[in-house]
């Protein structure tokens, strides 16, 4: 799919648009006046663990009386979950704070220091993955029928951006409660491309914004974790 000649040829011989955007997130049934939000992806919540994911899929996989094809395709083990589900990719992508960042914070005095494994990554994560975001894959499709499909489940998107030509870009829903702290919710992004001099769409990624904080507090915190962490090893 990498090259345009293979992606003219899925779109010639794959399902029709109709069964593909049956099997695509968003569709008539947000409420009237209802405050739509994003909690998870379809029936996986936030926050999920990889092992919870994983689990689910090889069921539903070796259910008989499913009558939906899937297979996980790739893992990379609390890290990245790759899904075919019904003809369409699934990227379930998991997040843990890094063992860097977790030896740098204070330890609690109390609590004994477990032994340090001297084999181990500093890059190491430590802590369980957890999904904080999905992103979908499929043959491409036009830009406007899906954010239309969009719109029907969320309402109309926060933002908008184009390139120069008006085409490429990326559409933005922000389904966030910022009242709380941190955010609950999530946020959408749905890429649009040129294909044949118009704006069609391949990609639509889905994040939480409770895992989206973390992660941007602790990328500031990864790249002061290795001074913090010796200057914390100087004084016991």
Excluded at 9 to 33: E, H, K, M, Y
Excluded at 58 to 82: F, G, M
Excluded at 140 to 166: A, H, I, M, S
Aim: glycine share 6%.
């Amino acid at each position: 799919m990498k090259g345009q000649s293979i992606c003219v040829l899925l779109f010639s011989i794959l399902l029709p648009w109709s069964s593909v955007f049956s099997q695509f997130p968003g569709d008539n049934t947000r409420a009237s006046g209802s405050r739509p939000t994003l909690d998870g992806f379809a029936e996986v919540a936030w926050e999920a663990s990889y092992a919870q994911v994983r689990d689910k899929f090889l069921s539903l996989a070796a259910n008989p009386q499913s009558d939906e094809k899937i297979e996980v395709v790739h893992e990379d083990k609390e890290k990245s979950l790759l899904v075919r589900r019904n003809g369409i990719f699934y990227l379930y992508r998991f997040y843990s704070t890094p063992k860097l960042v977790l030896d740098s914070r204070p330890k609690d005095k109390n609590q004994p220091r477990a032994e340090k494994d001297p084999a181990a990554d500093e890059d190491e994560h430590l802590e369980p993955g957890k999904l904080f975001s999905v992103g979908i894959s499929f043959r491409y499709l036009p830009g406007k029928d899906v954010q239309n499909k969009l719109e029907n489940k969320y309402g109309k998107p926060k933002k908008e951006t184009l390139d120069e030509k008006k085409i490429g870009g990326a559409v933005v829903w922000e389904l966030t409660d910022e009242r709380q702290a941190p955010p609950a919710g999530g946020f959408i992004i749905q890429w649009k491309e040129s294909y044949k001099k118009q704006p069609f769409t391949r990609r639509v990624d889905y994040f939480s914004s409770k895992v989206k904080a973390q992660i941007e507090k602790e990328y500031k915190e990864f790249f002061n974790a290795e001074e913090i962490k010796t200057l914390r090893d100087l004084i016991p």
